[in-house]
């Protein structure tokens, strides 16, 4: 039988947000109004199915905000998923990312952040970059919100042919590959209060090759979307959904990938 157990802490925004590793994210706005200094979640879930071989699941996410005396806060974001079928490896992914922010009091401002990801099954043994983003406040009112970001990052990726299911596309004797691009980023978030216990927030992510843009922009699209509703003043439930679209991996593996979760969440 299988079992699961989740945490979840959060109270820089009262809810919860699901991030995949290959594309930079935008966490969900912090309001201004916190009293606390920093605030602080961890999601964590364990199964583990008896088969003809044990099938165990690990995840673990963890965020955090530590506000500044300026307005700005430093945030902190980062997952591990890992999947185990005997002795076999079948998931192996996660990022780390930290950003300097400001807490949305002023119409137009300037984040930085750092990041390190992987993701085994993609044959992308690290990712790790650094940029900024000008981040512009379209849309501010009662229950709605709309931002719009752009910016820049240099990358430097290490790939292997480990997540390239065509055996042909596999060259004799394969090295890992190393990439090194500076890449364009640009973004758009929104969010709509359905009712006073259900919100909606969709984000959605674009980046090029900053230096051929025009001629082969190599573009990554990745989308996400989330409802989350609160049940009583300490339980949510939440359903997300995304996808990703890399125009041209370092690697000959699919293009498209997509997925979906649900979470039930405790807050205090």
Not at 60 to 77: D, P, R, S
Not at 80 to 91: E, F, M, R, V, Y
Not at 109 to 116: A, N
Request: hydrophobic letters at 35%; charged letters at 20%; glycine letters at 6%.
């Amino acid at each position: 039988m299988a079992s699961l157990f989740r945490i979840f802490l959060l109270v820089c925004s009262g809810t919860f947000c699901s991030l995949k590793s290959q594309i930079l994210n935008v966490d969900r706005e912090v309001n201004d109004s916190m009293t606390k200094k920093w605030y602080g979640l961890i999601s964590g879930s364990f199964t583990k199915d008896k088969q003809k071989v044990d099938i165990q699941d690990l995840s673990i996410y963890t965020e955090a905000v530590y506000k500044l005396k300026n307005g700005q806060a430093i945030t902190y974001v980062g997952q591990i998923d890992a999947t185990i079928s005997g002795n076999d490896l079948l998931q192996n992914e996660g990022f780390f990312q930290c950003r300097r922010r400001d807490l949305d009091r002023k119409k137009n401002s300037i984040e930085y952040y750092l990041q390190h990801q992987w993701n085994g099954a993609w044959g992308m043994i690290s990712r790790s970059l650094v940029g900024f983003n000008f981040r512009k406040r379209i849309l501010e009112l009662n229950g709605y919100d709309l931002y719009f970001g752009i910016g820049t990052f240099y990358q430097t990726e290490l790939w292997n042919y480990n997540g390239v299911a065509d055996l042909s596309k596999i060259p004799v004797n394969p090295s890992n590959i190393k990439d090194l691009q500076l890449r364009t980023n640009s973004y758009i978030k929104g969010a709509i209060k359905l009712t006073p216990k259900c919100d909606f927030v969709c984000q959605s992510y674009f980046q090029t090759n900053a230096l051929s843009t025009f001629t082969n922009p190599s573009f990554r699209w990745y989308w996400s979307s989330e409802i989350v509703y609160n049940m009583t003043n300490n339980w949510m439930l939440g359903f997300n959904y995304d996808h990703t679209f890399n125009q041209n991996n370092p690697v000959p593996i699919n293009k498209f990938y997509y997925g979906y979760t649900g979470n039930l969440s405790l807050k205090f």
